[in-house]
């Protein structure tokens, strides 16, 4: 499984982002699919994740301001990120799972600016 990340880019405090990750394989497929985050110096941590039943959890520091969700026509795994903070810049990986294999995309960047 081939996962591309998109959508990230610099923003000011407050702004928004949508991030994208497109699979080569079929949304359904994956048990889990996830947007994890690594800033310069730390480890990757889990931003948030969605089971393939919709179930959805964050981290305490995406609670209120980020949103995953699937988009089913676009074959897409998104992440809606609010109320951006400059803690939040880091690289954004889009992780899936599937029949027991974990797969991980390239990154994309996301700066905040203060």
């Known amino acids: 499984v081939q996962l591309q990340a998109s959508g990230g880019g610099l923003v000011q405090t407050g702004g928004s982002l949508r991030l994208s990750c497109a699979p080569s394989?079929?949304?359904?497929?994956?048990?889990?699919m996830a947007w994890y985050s690594q800033a310069p110096g730390k480890s990757r941590e889990l931003v948030a994740r969605?089971?393939?039943?919709?179930?959805?959890d964050y981290a305490n520091s995406a609670k209120g301001r980020f949103s995953i969700f699937k988009d089913n026509t676009r074959n897409t795994i998104n992440l809606q990120m609010n109320s951006l903070k400059p803690e939040d810049t880091a690289v954004y990986y889009c992780?899936?799972?599937?029949?027991?294999?974990?797969?991980w995309g390239q990154g994309t960047q996301v700066t905040v600016s203060s």
């Open positions: 992780n899936v799972h599937r029949w027991g294999n974990e797969y």
């Open positions: 969605i089971h393939n039943s919709g179930i959805t």
């Open positions: 394989g079929n949304i359904y497929t994956f048990s889990e």
